[in-house]
């Protein structure tokens, strides 16, 4: 999609060269959601192995996800 945006003629139709970066800014913002729970979820996991997990800390992991999944579908 990124690659459309650098094509010479992409702002010739406002309409669409808008909807397809609205897009982008979206896909953007889902993969930095993404890429903090993979990391929290690594966190945690290393914590869980060191028996050094925090219940709560599990918990609310479980609860982030839980919201991201309502909030996808």
Do not use: P, Y
Request: aromatic share 6%; charged share 40%.
């Amino acid at each position: 999609m990124e690659q459309k945006t650098a094509a010479a003629d992409f702002w010739s139709n406002h309409e669409r060269a808008a909807e397809i970066s609205q897009k982008i800014s979206a896909l953007k913002e889902e993969i930095k959601i993404i890429d903090g729970l993979e990391k929290e979820a690594r966190d945690l996991q290393e914590l869980a192995e060191l028996g050094q997990a925090d219940e709560r800390a599990i918990e609310g992991f479980k609860l982030k996800i839980g919201k991201e999944e309502f909030r996808v579908l």
